[in-house]
């Protein structure tokens, strides 16, 4: 399958594909005819791709993921790591953002009691 049929079909944004192609990670893609090929294998690894990128990993941290996967027996541990990361990461944020909607619904809340007081 092309670059643009994986795409279209998986819908996978074109900078994600030529990412991965850029990285040399592409192990069974073949060049023929000028067209990247891709296979089964590859969809895999471009679904793991795409989801680490919406769990908010950098274009870095993507590549360095995959590297480790693919290239490094024994890489369980660090891999976790980073995993274990994005997810303290996410968790503060998490938290954050609830204290900005307790401070928003408290704002919203004096507004409303001044309201209905003059009503």
């Known amino acids: 399958m092309t670059i643009q049929e994986a795409s279209d079909r998986y819908q996978i944004p074109m900078n994600i594909l030529k990412e991965y192609e850029s990285w040399g ?3 069974a893609v073949k060049n023929v005819m000028g067209a ?4 089964d294998e590859d969809l895999e690894r471009l679904s793991l791709i795409m ?3 919406d769990i908010g990993f950098t274009t870095e ?4 993921y995959m590297r480790l996967a693919l290239e490094q027996k024994g890489s369980e541990r660090e891999r976790l790591r980073m995993l274990n990361r994005k997810r303290e990461f996410t ?7 609830e204290r900005q909607l307790q401070r928003l619904d408290y704002l919203r809340h004096e ?8 009503e």
Do not use: A, P, S
């Open 61 to 64: 941290e993507v590549e360095t």
């Open 111 to 118: 507004i409303q009691k001044t309201q209905d007081r003059k």
């Open 51 to 53: 989801t680490l990128h």
């Open 91 to 97: 968790l503060d944020e998490l938290h954050f953002r």
């Open 25 to 27: 990670l592409c192990g």
């Open 36 to 39: 990247w090929q891709y296979d």
